[in-house]
């Protein structure tokens, strides 16, 4: 993790903030995660995602548990639900983290086209390394919550994806056990520099704020690091290892022993019938796991059938 300043260390993870990501990895959400792990605030960590992934086994169940904020990418329903969720992170006592990826969808190629026509076609300048941001739902949430956040915090994650012995960022290749690297670079923006009552202001900021990520893209591009004065790597830690093998031994046992007593009951048939069952749900769960995680599903960006829908 890198910081530009020593406000930006320290404040991380332990103020009610709003963060803006790039979102172009399938892993993205999940090394915000250990960031906020490090500073031990994991469970104040919110996000906005879409609604399909709710439903994903695992990683869906988690989001619902810790009330991350699900839309449906239509904003008369959207705004009703960010209305009702943002006033219930109001009453919150917890430092707050909430993750917003304002280009809406993760980064593709075919998708990156699409936003530079987007772009052409409204007068906009178009990003070397990022889709035009999406300015509604940030401009809501930041006039809903102005009184409450401390600040904004500008993260920019990226990875080395070329050259011997590197792993691409994908879910796939976590589920492998394949190790990787991520860099974060994460800087606050206190709230009182932030434009909060001016519509159109506040979307130049947003603007600038993603020229600046395309400019640490580019940095990273030449340097493969960030240029900043403090710098904190992220090692294992062991306390989750060690939970997570004792709840393996203790699901273990009790699959050993029942499958004893019906083999000792000479039950094989109701045996095989659970491990089919078992079977099935494992596989059809880890398809749905890794589907969902690809760069490619998402949303329309700029497309014709993107410009109809918000017609």
């Avoid at 449906?72 to 992170?89: A, G, Q, T, V």
């Avoid at 409204?122 to 990022?130: C, E, F, I, V």
Wanted: aromatic share 14%; glycine share 4%.
């Amino acid at each position: 993790m890198y910081f530009p300043d020593e406000e930006s260390m320290n404040k991380f993870g332990r103020e009610f903030n709003l963060t803006v990501m790039n979102h172009k990895y399938e892993v993205d959400w999940l090394y915000t995660w250990l960031a906020m792990d490090h500073f031990k605030n994991l469970g104040a960590s919110k996000s906005y995602a879409k609604k399909a992934l709710k439903h994903v086994p695992i990683i869906g169940w988690s989001f619902y548990f810790g009330e991350f904020i699900f839309l449906e990418r239509s904003w008369d329903k959207d705004s009703k639900i960010m209305e009702e969720c943002l006033n219930n992170l109001k009453e919150y006592e917890d430092k707050i983290c909430l993750l917003l990826f304002a280009e809406g969808t993760r980064y593709t190629k075919a998708k990156f086209e699409q936003s530079c026509n987007f772009a052409n076609e409204r007068g906009l300048k178009a990003l070397k390394y990022h889709l035009i941001p999406r300015t509604r739902g940030f401009t809501y949430t930041v006039d809903q919550l102005k009184d409450h956040i401390k600040s904004i915090f500008n993260v920019q994650l990226e990875f080395e994806t070329e050259g011997k012995n590197i792993n691409k960022p994908t879910f796939t290749n976590i589920l492998k056990g394949k190790p990787m690297i991520g860099h974060l670079y994460l800087e606050r923006i206190p709230i009182e520099k932030v434009p909060t009552d001016n519509v159109e202001e506040l979307n130049d900021f947003l603007f600038k704020l993603y020229e600046k990520k395309d400019v640490l893209a580019e940095e990273f591009n030449e340097n493969k690091t960030f240029k900043t004065k403090h710098t904190i790597e992220v090692k294992p830690r062991l306390v989750p290892l060690l939970n997570m093998i004792f709840w393996l031994i203790v699901e273990l046992t009790l699959y050993t022993s029942t499958f004893y007593l019906l083999i000792t009951y000479k039950f094989y048939t109701l045996l095989t019938s659970i491990m089919i069952i078992f079977g099935l749900i494992g596989i059809t769960a880890l398809v749905l796991l890794v589907r969902s995680t690809k760069a490619v599903r998402g949303s329309q960006y700029g497309s014709a059938k993107d410009d109809k829908k918000k017609s």
